[in-house]
């Protein structure tokens, strides 16, 4: 079959035997895809330092018709991102990042808007746009709703009101939505106190457009709110641990 070409972040990279190594990517034409590189761990031309986790790349590969893994045949670097592997909190808010495209998306289900919600991120990572927590947290809502899963921050799910006096609201995963104390008296397991003003915040993102999410600032109480409250959620969707939320201090 005939060369094909697109532009990729690395996602994920395992070694294969003793000179391969078995790479996913998230392309702009294709989505997340499984690639074979023959030689790789070996290669001193062809893939050497381009096969590192979030470089974006242009790739060529050859599709299989037998199987889902397919053959990289040739990776052309355009952006290694140098500044997020010099720094701790960058280089895990970045593994992040990919882990979650990872985990969230199917393999051949593209999304143009996904792909460069990523780059974007990555981007505004590696040149200090804002602190690495607000980024994951700018992403991550914006990914929930390309991907379907905006939660609902309107208001109670029971009684629609938002920021009554005194009252107190809750994030509950199973509902997707948010639920008020006069509503439920009692908390129920795995939801997640919140704020006014991290609800107002969160859903300021989800309204505003990519460009100007910059002018958003959390505090740092809105950023440990939204943090644990992005974390919980996937977790509950998923039904997986994301491993690098782990290592995010």
Same mark, same amino acid.
Request: overall charge neutral; glycine content about 6%; hydrophobic content about 55%.
């Given at each position: 079959m005939s060369l094909q070409q697109s532009l990729a972040i690395v996602l994920q990279v395992k070694d294969h %035997? =003793? +000179? =391969? /190594?078995i790479v996913t990517l998230y392309t702009l034409e294709h989505g997340k895809i499984v690639l074979i590189a023959k030689g790789a761990k070996r290669s001193k031309k062809r893939f050497v330092? /381009?096969?590192e986790l979030f470089s974006l790349l242009v790739i060529h590969f050859v599709p299989s018709r037998h199987s889902s893994l397919m053959r990289l045949d040739q990776a052309d670097l355009q952006d290694p991102f140098p500044r997020l592997r010099e720094n701790y !909190? $960058?280089?895990?808010?970045? +593994?992040? $990042?990919?882990e979650l495209v990872l985990h969230w998306t199917r393999e051949h289900d593209s999304d143009e808007v996904l792909f460069r919600? $990523? #780059?974007?991120?990555? !981007? %505004?990572l590696s040149t200090a746009r804002g602190g690495a927590k607000?980024? @994951? @947290? &700018? &992403?991550? #809502? /914006?990914?929930l709703d390309i991907l379907g899963y905006r939660p609902d921050l309107t208001g109670c799910l029971d009684c629609r009101v938002l920021g009554a006096p005194g009252v107190l609201y809750r994030f509950s995963p199973l509902r997707n939505g948010l639920v008020c104390s006069r509503c439920e008296l009692q908390a129920t397991a795995n939801s997640q106190p919140l704020s006014i003003q991290t609800i107002q915040l969160l859903r300021r993102v989800q309204d505003m457009e990519q460009g100007k999410l910059e002018r958003l600032h959390f505090s740092l109480a809105a950023t440990r709110e939204a943090i644990a409250l992005l974390k919980r959620y996937d977790n509950h969707l998923l039904q997986r641990e994301v491993q690098s939320w782990g290592f995010l201090g």
């Open positions: %035997g =003793d +000179s =391969d /190594k330092n /381009k096969l !909190e $960058l280089y895990i808010a970045a +593994s992040l $990042l990919c919600l $990523l #780059v974007w991120a990555l !981007e %505004g607000r980024t @994951i @947290i &700018f &992403f991550h #809502v /914006k990914m």
